[in-house]
Structures are given as structure tokens and as C-alpha cells.
């Protein structure tokens, strides 16, 4: 089962624009991912935010948590062509040292040159 | 470039038979999750391996099995394949203990 719902399903901009996706979730996490995905390969690590951070940055990628309304937002700036690709949240529920993590449907996200 | 890689790259197999992907781990890997990825859907968890046990299990049927080698790589089997069974099948590799899991880039498996 699908434990986070990404928002808008598909996402359209110009190069330059910036780009929000949003992911929400149902169960109490431990952490939250994004990931980035090309064409149906494999899947990019972007960034993770832990359960007691409200906010994270990696260069153009700006990441928040807000665990009380079991919500993530991934803000993308400056976006170029190359950022046109589906992008995931996944929720690590999972106790001990056995991480398994649960992906949402996705944000196909397309820039436009 | 993950270090993760699989085959075959692409699989085509008819409804009832058996197949076997294979995975292999980035260096110093211990850990290896595999995951099912329907077309237009996100991935879902299998299952996933350590020291050559299984060590969680998603919701799939036993029909639905692996293995794990002593140099870490891994085996995805399925038997009785079935339509539904057409799908990308991702593996990652990962840190017992770690949050981050590296994926390669997938076997994308039709079933006829």
C-alpha cells in the first residue's frame, strides 16, 4: 500500500521557474525521502529530513517537514531541463535497523527549455 | 552512478513460468531491498535481505522469493508469473543501520 500521496500528480514549467511538490502521509515516520527518477530507471537520493527538523537545504533543493499536519513539501529553484524527471517522497516507518521504505505515486515534473 | 547494478536490463517471459533477476550491491553494501514499481505507480517494498536472510517482508505472496550470496549480491524469483507481475524491479543496496538505500537502475520484467 501507498503510504504518501504526492501533489500535483503532473507539474509543467519554464526552465527558471521554480517547482513545489508536495507529498503527505498517513502513519508517525521516522524520516522522509525524496527521491528522483529519469524515465523509469532507478532512483536518485535527494534528500532526507528527519522526523525533529522542519526544514533542509541541498543546493537548488529545499526540503520541509511538518509532522503534525504529516506533510513534506520539496521546492526545486532555479529549475533547468534537466530537472524534468518524476520525483517521490518515501517514509521510513520501520523500527530498529530494518529500513523499509514506502513511496508515494509520484510528481512527473516537466521544465520546459 | 550508484555502484548498484542489476540484470537482465529488460525481460520478457509468458504467463506460468519462472524467472530470476539478479542484483549486485555497491562495494561494502550489506544490505539489499528489492522493490516492484508498476507502470505510473511508486515503489513498493518486497522484501529485504541481510547476512543472507530475509529480514522484512512487504505484502507479496511466496511465490515472491530471494536469496542473498556471502558477496552480497542478490537473487529476486518469481514463480507462476502472472500479467500483474509486469513491472520495473528495482534492488537497492544499503548500511544495516543506514537510512540511505542505493538503487541501481532496475530490470523492467513483461509478462505476455
Known amino acids: 500500500s501507498q503510504q504518501g500521496e504526492e501533489d500535483p500528480q503532473a507539474l509543467s514549467i519554464q526552465e527558471g521557474e521554480n517547482a513545489t511538490m508536495n507529498c503527505s502521509y498517513k502513519?508517525?515516520?521516522?524520516?522522509l525521502q525524496w527521491y528522483r527518477q529519469n524515465s523509469g530507471r532507478g532512483l536518485v537520493h535527494l534528500i532526507l529530513?528527519?522526523?525533529?527538523?522542519r526544514e533542509k537545504h541541498s543546493g537548488r533543493l529545499r526540503v520541509t517537514l511538518d509532522t503534525s499536519k504529516k506533510s513534506s513539501s520539496l521546492l526545486i529553484t532555479a529549475s533547468r531541463a534537466a530537472d524534468t524527471a518524476s520525483y517521490f517522497c518515501a517514509t521510513d516507518t520501520s523500527g530498529g535497523s530494518n529500513y523499509k521504505l514506502t513511496f508515494g505515486k509520484g510528481t512527473l515534473l516537466t521544465v520546459n527549455p | 552512478e550508484t555502484g548498484v547494478t542489476q540484470s537482465p536490463t529488460h525481460l520478457i517471459k509468458t504467463r506460468g513460468q519462472q524467472v530470476t533477476l539478479r542484483c549486485s550491491s555497491q562495494?561494502?553494501?550489506?544490505?539489499v531491498s528489492w522493490y516492484q514499481q508498476a507502470l505510473g505507480q511508486g515503489p513498493q517494498f518486497i522484501f529485504q535481505y541481510y547476512r543472507e536472510e530475509e529480514n522484512g517482508r512487504g505484502n507479496f505472496p511466496p511465490r515472491f522469493s530471494g536469496l542473498q550470496f556471502p558477496n552480497y549480491s542478490s537473487e529476486l524469483n518469481v514463480n507462476a508469473l502472472e500479467l500483474d507481475d509486469s513491472a520495473l524491479y528495482l534492488c537497492?543496496?544499503?548500511?544495516?543501520?543506514?537510512?540511505?538505500?542505493?538503487f541501481g537502475p532496475g530490470t523492467r520484467l513483461t509478462v505476455l
Open positions: 537497492a543496496s544499503s548500511l544495516r543501520g543506514s537510512n540511505e538505500q542505493f
Open positions: 562495494s561494502g553494501h550489506n544490505t
Open positions: 502513519t508517525s515516520i521516522n524520516n
Open positions: 529530513i528527519r522526523s525533529n527538523e
